[in-house]
């Protein structure tokens, strides 16, 4: 049986005008409407397809992926707004997906984002978003180690820090105090486990910590640096924001790396930027 809102990998039953119908057991056969059919498949093959229901409230499946799934977190923008039951947001697929009034914290307007939990309705057997975040956050002790890479979703500041959804989960803070760059409601990004408390609550970082890592960033300077033909315009005073989009690290983690070069008389300051130095012998 497919699993409504997931991926399922789905034999392909017969060829009609409409598209082909796939092998769903004892429930029968679901639609994959021609417009979405590769062209390599043949009858008897297995698909891989996502499943939901049209606007038409039935079964259907596509070759789409979703920006997320059931039992997901996401970022989805607002493309529509109902006044009767609620606000219709993008998530890649051809049916906008239905985020109802009562699952809205505060009202959303067309063109601005809003992070969700992608779930069934039971009542009604459809996929549904609900910006009630709280409600669908896991809330055991994780089984984290400091170390640990994990995938936030930013959802919210505070007089500390963000709050940011882990591995679509639980939820963890990242310190204001820690952190080389403002982050945005919403934002997507890789982090790492500084600390599960006693009492459930996650410390997170932005980057990795220790010493290795230092050596790893300072390698990857290393390699720009030669990639880049011996010179590239960034040093200790370069500002934050682009250090982070052009090598995805700290500030911090940059002086660190540049420091350890120096000190290993593989670079030299030079100007605005930095030098691979060329040894003599």
């Known amino acids: 049986m497919a699993e409504i809102g997931k991926q399922n990998r789905l034999n392909i039953l017969k060829e009609s005008p409409q598209g082909l119908y796939l092998d769903d057991g004892e429930n029968g056969e679901i639609l994959l409407p021609n417009a979405l059919v590769p062209d390599w498949v043949k009858i008897g093959d297995t698909l891989s397809v996502f499943v939901y229901r049209d606007s038409e409230d039935r079964i259907i499946a596509t070759t789409k992926t979703p920006h997320a799934k059931v039992g997901q977190f996401a970022y989805l923008e607002v493309v529509e707004v109902n006044p009767k039951i609620g606000a219709f947001l993008d998530w ?58 994990v995938d936030l979703i930013v959802t919210d500041e505070t007089p500390l820090g963000y709050n940011a959804i882990i591995d679509h989960a639980h939820l963890g803070l990242l310190y204001k105090t820690e952190l080389s760059e403002s982050l945005e409601y919403g934002q997507p990004i890789t982090g790492y486990i500084k600390e599960v408390r006693e009492d459930g609550k996650i410390d997170l970082r932005r980057d990795p910590a ?64 930095i030098e691979i130095v060329q040894h003599k012998g």
């Open 92 to 149: 890649g697929l051809e049916k906008d997906l239905l985020l109802p009034f009562r699952e809205q914290d505060e009202h959303v307007s067309e063109g601005e984002g809003v992070v969700v939990f992608i779930r069934i309705d039971e009542q009604k057997d459809r996929i549904v978003a609900s910006a009630r975040l709280n409600r669908h956050l896991n809330l055991s002790k994780p089984d984290y180690n400091p170390g640990d890479e």
């Open 210 to 273: 220790g010493y290795k890592r230092v050596l790893s960033v300072s390698e990857d300077i290393f390699d720009a640096l030669v990639d880049a033909g011996g010179r590239l315009p960034y040093n200790d005073k370069t500002p934050p924001e682009t250090i982070r989009k052009v090598f995805g690290i700290s500030k911090k983690a940059f002086k660190q790396a540049l420091g350890t070069l120096y000190k290993q008389r593989r670079i030299r300051f030079e100007g605005d930027g």
